[in-house]
């Protein structure tokens, strides 16, 4: 089945510092890529997605790269801040409308 | 706008009960998506519904599991005769399209079976 590898599991910087998390999926039919947010006993927020018509995407301090030929797209946060802590989720369309999520990224913002 | 609703938050059922889980997708969002999430886990999709028709199940398990999204009211996953391992956070998901559009999920219910 489709499947998406996320790496690293679990991630530690000191506030101010630059966090990036990267993921490799196997659908290259795939044309949507969303990141999500879960804080702890939370819902997943969608904080940033993307789609196969463009190479990168920034909100703010938030921004998602994305190579289709090596199948991999990258969560980057700039500045980070303590409140940026939660475990990240890449995602990636399997079919037309199944989303398949990575294991996580446990992140950890230092103050 | 009242987001992603889903019911009850927390649900404790013994071997061998029935779990009911509801799901109201927001207002305008024709389509629901139920996902499964063990800990420490990513989610895993489970089944894909419009109204009054279920579009993919293939990620349900065939036995004792069941969904409906009707006309009227909100969307029910329903497990038959739990067992431990169906303790889990199951999450709803819906979108105003299908087909690639963006999914918004509720805040899941957390099953515990005893």
């Known amino acids: 089945g489709e499947n998406v590898e996320q790496h690293p599991s679990t991630l530690s910087v000191q506030e101010g510092d630059s966090a990036v998390i990267k993921c490799t999926y196997s659908?290259?039919?795939?044309?949507?890529f969303p990141w999500y947010k879960q804080e702890l006993g939370k819902r997943p927020q969608l904080i940033i997605d993307?789609?196969?018509?463009?190479g990168e995407k920034k909100d703010q301090r938030i921004a998602v790269t994305l190579n289709k030929t090596a199948k991999h797209f990258s969560l980057h946060i700039t500045e980070t801040q303590p409140e940026d802590s939660a475990v990240y989720f890449c995602?990636?369309?399997?079919?037309?409308?199944?989303?398949?999520f990575g294991k996580g990224t446990k992140l950890s913002v230092i103050p | 706008n009242a987001g992603v609703m889903q019911n009850p938050r927390h649900l404790v059922r013994r071997r061998g009960q029935e779990a009911r889980l509801r799901c109201s997708p927001m207002?305008?969002?024709?389509?629901v998506y139920w996902y499964r999430q063990l800990p420490e886990e990513g989610l895993k999709f489970m089944v894909y519904l419009q109204k009054e028709n279920i579009i993919d199940e293939s990620g349900m398990p065939k036995e004792r599991f069941s969904a409906e999204f009707p006309k009227e009211g909100p969307s029910i996953l329903r497990i038959q005769q739990v067992v431990r391992g169906d303790s889990a956070a199951y999450f709803c998901a819906s979108s105003p399209k299908g087909g690639g559009d963006t999914q918004y999920f509720g805040p899941g219910t957390r099953l515990t079976v005893l």
């Open positions: 993307i789609r196969s018509n463009v």
């Open positions: 995602a990636f369309l399997a079919g037309s409308y199944q989303l398949t």
């Open positions: 207002k305008g969002h024709s389509h």
């Open positions: 659908d290259s039919a795939s044309n949507y």
